[in-house]
């Protein structure tokens, strides 16, 4: 059993560097064609942002696979002997968040590469090392205690119940599903400042928007994200009367009031179509074909490790295999959310009123000059990848006879034909 858990993840491995490889290929080769969307020097900046990304992706996964074979064979079992406790439950939390901790710890370069070196320019990032250093302390404080909390339920249900497996993964999507309530006011305690749109007039042209789809929010804020980042965007965060629309103040300064409320009308499009709770949904499925399967291994594969069945080692082995069934899950996943995508669209669109489809498409490519989006992919890399639509298509489903639109987007408006 263990040598197929083994030969499971180097497969996932192979095509996950695979698929980046041609994707790299692709667009190496794409952004020396003619330019879509962009400007020629923008769609080959753009490009090479993308190759650059891709190879520091592969580098991490490689990384990651070294990574699982010495957790494999020495790392556990290392925890093992030095992490003892008086309490068991003590026990099992101090390993499992040992495990975490190490596995942060070497994510750090990667992190630290992929903002302060790629991102820096690529012209994104906007924050110092100092943020980036109080950022991340947060978020490891954050993860040390609310992570603790979390595997000691599960250490309490596998302890206590014969099915604990099941009962585990209604603990975690409960968890999920709280992290989804909480977000924006964790965001906003401890990274963004908020606060609320004094643009009046937006204000109450966001809110007849809200009105028309029946979305109740606690109000329209405005994230300082630019003090950290310069892409542009915008999420609606928790749920019942505790939502809340953030817009970041990027996206305020680069689009038009009816370019920004035509990409609001497409998030409305999501909550009117019941998106978000279709995601939980496929979440939901995910956690529990991994518990389901995780909780009826073999006693052989605990044989072939050397290592008692005990909690710790049963949530560790749930983290190491999770990216797996995440990129086995990807494609159905993936395929659900660009069609919602789709959808999202033609509401937004709609609720944007006459000659909707024109303001989406105009900050649909604002969006790709922005962020730099190339906007061109491989197809395989798009099926297990791209959770939207890749924005040409998009704009296609708009009505954009791509030939014609402006490459200058930033510029100009869009001379689509629509």
């Known amino acids: 059993m263990l040598l197929t858990l083994v030969t499971i993840y180097s497969l996932y491995v192979v095509v996950s560097i695979y698929t980046s490889v041609m994707q790299i290929g692709y667009v190496n080769k794409a952004k020396l064609g003619s330019a879509v969307l962009l400007k020629t020097a923008d769609f080959m900046k753009a490009g090479n942002y993308l190759v650059r990304k891709e190879k520091l992706a592969i580098l991490s996964t490689f990384f990651d696979y070294v ?3 010495a957790w494999m064979g020495v790392g556990i079992r290392f925890l093992q002997d030095n992490i003892f406790f008086e309490s068991e439950a003590f026990t099992n939390v101090a390993i499992v968040m040992s495990f975490i901790v190490i596995n942060s710890i070497f994510s750090l370069p990667f ?18 090392i100092v943020q980036w250093i109080k950022d991340t302390a947060i978020t490891f404080v954050m993860t040390l205690i609310l992570g603790s ?3 000691y339920g599960i250490y309490e249900i596998i302890a206590n119940f014969t099915l604990w497996w099941l009962w585990s993964f209604v603990f975690i999507f409960g968890v999920v599903i709280l992290i989804n309530m909480l977000y924006p006011a964790f965001r906003a305690m401890f990274f963004d400042k908020l606060t609320p749109l004094k643009d009046e ?3 109450a042209q966001i809110k007849e928007l809200m009105d028309k789809t029946g979305f109740v929010s606690s109000g329209v804020f405005v994230s300082d994200a630019s003090k950290r980042d310069a892409r542009l965007n915008a999420y609606f965060g928790g749920f019942g009367k505790a939502k809340r629309v953030v817009l970041f103040d990027t996206l305020i300064e680069k689009l038009t009031t009816r370019e920004l ?11 009117a179509h019941g998106d978000i709770y279709k995601n939980i949904a496929l979440v939901g499925g995910m956690l529990f074909v991994m518990f389901a399967f995780f909780g009826n291994l073999p006693e052989s594969l605990y044989l072939e490790l050397g290592l008692a069945k005990e909690p710790y080692l049963v949530m560790i082995l749930l983290m190491l295999f999770m990216p797996v069934l995440g990129f086995i899950m990807m494609p159905i996943m993936g395929i659900v959310s660009r069609h919602n995508e789709y959808e999202a669209d033609k509401m937004g669109s709609e609720l944007a009123g006459i000659g909707g489809e024109i303001e989406l498409a105009n900050a649909l490519q604002k969006l790709v000059t922005e962020n730099k989006s190339f906007p061109l992919s491989h197809p395989l890399y798009i099926f297990f990848h791209y959770t939207h639509p890749p924005v040409i298509e998009r704009l296609k489903e708009l009505g954009v006879d791509i030939k014609n639109v402006d490459k200058s987007a930033m510029e100009a408006q869009c001379q689509a034909d629509i």
């Open 111 to 128: 992190s630290y590469y992929e903002k302060f070196v790629i991102d820096t320019e690529f012209g994104f990032n906007k924050s110092s």
């Open 149 to 151: 909390l979390v595997v």
């Open 201 to 203: 007039e937006l204000d």
């Open 67 to 69: 990574l699982f074979i």
């Open 261 to 271: 409320l035509a990409v609001l009308g497409h998030e409305l499009g999501h909550f």
